[in-house]
């Protein structure tokens, strides 16, 4: 009976966590949209945002939100839906967010500065000027590449490049030069960067630099007879990516050959902006400027699903696992574990005092695997091989071999 109740117990918490959400910014409504990927429902005033949203992501059970009109960063704990500010330099224009161990890096397109703020201590915030116009990043072994578009005003554009600044010393080490205004960047299993360059809008069209990220060697340069491509993701079938930023579709090229797969003429989902994918289905955001926005849901053959009506202008989503409440996390039997600290950043110890019969525990992560076992109660945040697990959600069963009982733990970054 006890194994049967475990057994459902563990499917409970499997399929609650392998469950997907979306979040995507409505930056004219000023509202972000909520998708829930199980019930194919939408709520499209989940919270209410600053001014001129413009990009989303997505940490430990908090979405953070870019708002560039109101120069400040809007963190929401998805488990309250209640919101915190990091507030900037007026007139900075926040444009893009990355986060990595701990830190969220953001880009000023109006003053040229790159932020790092301590996602423990939200006033914790370093500047580091890189020029004209950074926007997209990209972090690899402990470099984070930035896109500088060099804008300087209507058609004018200094040389466009990447900078690149080591975390470990917040300093510019260097620059990688591309072509005209390079937006966003995305790196494939080879480790070759591809960067969207999007051109001066009039003489100079769009196109896709690829490099070596060991050797900083240009491999290809794919010319996009077309403009105003800004976005780039990688997508099924070894297919990258390349959404219009006025909402034209989307041209394709083979990851290895670079060849063009859908280019001018034949664009895929001639609505679309920006996609991305998991293990069920494509996400096609349909960006509207001054109506409703939309996003596709198709199977990854392509075929229609489903399409929800989001707020204006959607600029921007994320895909995160779907948040578990604590009082959705079941416990048999009357059988309370204490952990401490939780969070934690390099060990965490588990206590039970009803009970004086050995106890074992064991810990899955947030796909339900199982990672690590001990009778022991303590853990080092390493599974069972030695390797060091990443920051995130982890879940605690422990037994006395008649009650058990499972709790949520959060592992920090060091």
């Not at 900037?88 to 986060?99: A, C, F, H, W």
């Not at 780039?232 to 394709?252: A, D, H, P, R």
């Not at 695997?369 to 995130?392: A, C, F, H, V």
Request: net charge negative.
């Amino acid at each position: 009976m006890q194994r049967s109740l475990f057994i459902l117990l563990m499917l409970f918490i499997i399929t609650a966590i392998s469950a997907q959400e979306l979040f995507i910014v409505n930056s004219n409504s000023r509202t972000i949209s909520r998708v829930d990927i199980d019930n194919m429902s939408v709520v499209n005033d989940y919270v209410t945002i600053g001014e001129y949203g413009n990009h989303i992501a997505y940490h430990e059970d908090k979405i953070f939100i870019v708002n560039s009109g109101s120069d400040n960063i809007q963190v929401v704990d998805l488990s309250t839906g209640t919101s915190q500010y990091i507030n900037l330099e007026n007139s900075t224009n926040p444009y893009k967010i990355i986060i990595h161990n701990g830190f969220a890096y953001v880009t000023a397109l109006f003053n040229g500065m790159l932020y790092k703020i301590d996602l423990n201590r939200y006033r914790n915030i370093t500047e580091l000027y890189l020029g004209n116009g950074p926007q997209g990043m990209l972090i690899h072994n402990d470099i984070l590449y930035v896109a500088m578009s060099g804008f300087i005003s209507s058609g004018n554009y200094d040389q466009g490049k990447l900078m690149k600044v080591d975390l470990d010393t917040y300093t510019v080490i260097g620059d990688i030069p591309v072509a005209t205004n390079p937006q966003e960047m995305i790196i494939d299993e080879n480790g070759l960067i591809h960067v969207v360059c999007t051109g001066d809008y009039a003489n100079e069209m769009t196109n896709i630099v690829v490099f070596d990220s060991a050797t900083e060697e240009i491999i290809e340069t794919i010319h996009i007879n077309w403009s105003f491509f800004s976005t780039i993701q990688m997508g099924l079938e070894g297919l990258v990516w390349v959404g219009n930023s006025y909402g034209l579709g989307f041209m394709t090229y083979d990851v290895t050959s670079f060849e063009l797969v859908n280019g001018y003429g034949n664009l895929i989902y001639p609505f679309g902006i920006q996609m991305i994918y998991d293990d069920s289905y494509i996400y096609v955001l349909e960006q509207q400027f001054w109506e409703n926005s939309k996003l596709h849901v198709l199977s990854h053959q392509r075929d229609l699903i489903h399409t929800f009506t989001l707020g204006e202008m959607s600029l921007s989503m994320v895909l995160v696992p779907k948040y578990v409440f604590e009082k959705d996390i079941i416990t048999l039997n009357r059988f309370e574990v204490v952990s401490y600290p939780n969070p934690f950043i390099s060990e965490i110890r588990f206590n039970v005092k009803e009970t004086t019969k050995p106890l074992f525990m064991e810990i899955y992560n947030i796909r339900g695997q199982k990672i690590y076992s001990s009778d022991n109660l303590l853990w080092n945040g390493k599974d069972n091989l030695g390797r060091e697990m990443p920051t995130g959600v982890y879940f605690v069963n422990v037994s006395d071999g008649e009650n058990r009982s499972v709790k949520k733990i959060l592992r920090m970054n060091k």
